[in-house]
């Protein structure tokens, strides 16, 4: 699937942007022509919002459609009540849905997917996926794609939305390294040490499937996940990662805990990816709180695992995954209590007067 949505990767970019932050590069097997910017995905959000525009991309809604397509039906269309493979192109108050041949159900390109009920272009979502990869912020997003900073923001949290789901379904496996630190910690102790608390600091665990060499084959960065983690020590807290995000059919060959303040020496990349994401943290959003800490953090893994085939992947996850509405990402209350109004005593009329 991954080879067949490289076909819709942006083929023209604006005048002008063959500069120093593009080179053209092709794919020999596929014979595919694409732009691939040089800097680091790190680096990039340094530059700059001139520097970041300079990436974006033009789609077409043709392009956009056809990757949507592929992604959403990777081996053709099913219809999704019949599984029939055939259908006709229907067009009903300007949408075109897919009816099928053999029941008649009708369904969009967007059904099922995390575009449903979208009603930003196509074109616009697929450049917000190209930009993810240089992980800006949503007020950012909104200046480069000319949307407002509310759709930009829902943009943003459903595709984490669908990063979440993918780092659901990879487990970490293998020689695992695992760290314990503190979100939060080494920032507030230099700016404000009176604001140090349990809901300011949030206990974190970096865990990597690493290989004989040491690098890095996965990765995962979890908030701790009991209520009132200050309570546990660092073994329970490392031992409750290893048992929810660890894979059941594949036991661990070997967990080594990496404690960066005794062992200065150490050879583990942990310390630094961890200081990585702490530093992109602060300088896109300015600090994170603890609603949304734990989708950032899976969009730095997101990142840091994929930086070049990121978009496609990405794609393909939006696919695949169902959307979710503004109101679950926000863990607003979804119903609406009446209002008692109360006259005051003085408005109800003129009092007797003995």
Known sequence: ??????????????????????????????????????????EVGGMGGRAIGETVPVYTDEDCEGALLMAKWPAGYRCPRCAHPHWYDVVARGRKLYE?????????????????GTRTPLHKWFQAMHLMQFGISAKLLAELISVTYKTAWLINHKLRHAIDRWDRELPLEGNLQLLG??????????ISPSSLSEAAVQPVVIGAAVSEC???AHLKIKKDSKEQPSRSTEAETLDRFVRQHTSDAIVPRRVAAVDRRRNRGTTSRLPAVWQGAIRWLAWTFGGIGPKH??????????????RRDLLVELIGMCGATRTITYPDLTGNRTGAQAIRWRRHAASRGARKVS
């Not at 630190?181 to 230099?190: A, I, T």
């Not at 800490?293 to 994929?306: H, I, K």
């Open 293 to 306: 800490l734990q989708a950032y953090l899976n969009e730095y893994c997101f990142r840091y695992l994929l």
């Open 214 to 216: 040491g690098d890095i």
């Open 181 to 190: 630190e503190f979100y939060g910690y080494e920032y507030l102790q230099h």
């Open 100 to 116: 099928c041949r053999s029941c008649g159900h009708q369904t969009s390109l967007t059904a099922g997917t995390i575009l449903e």
């Open 1 to 42: 699937m991954h080879m067949r949505l490289q076909a819709y990767f942006p083929k023209h970019i604006p005048l002008g942007q063959e500069g120093p932050f593009f080179t053209k590069k092709v794919d020999i097997h596929s014979n595919i022509c694409y732009y691939k910017n040089k800097c680091s995905y790190i």
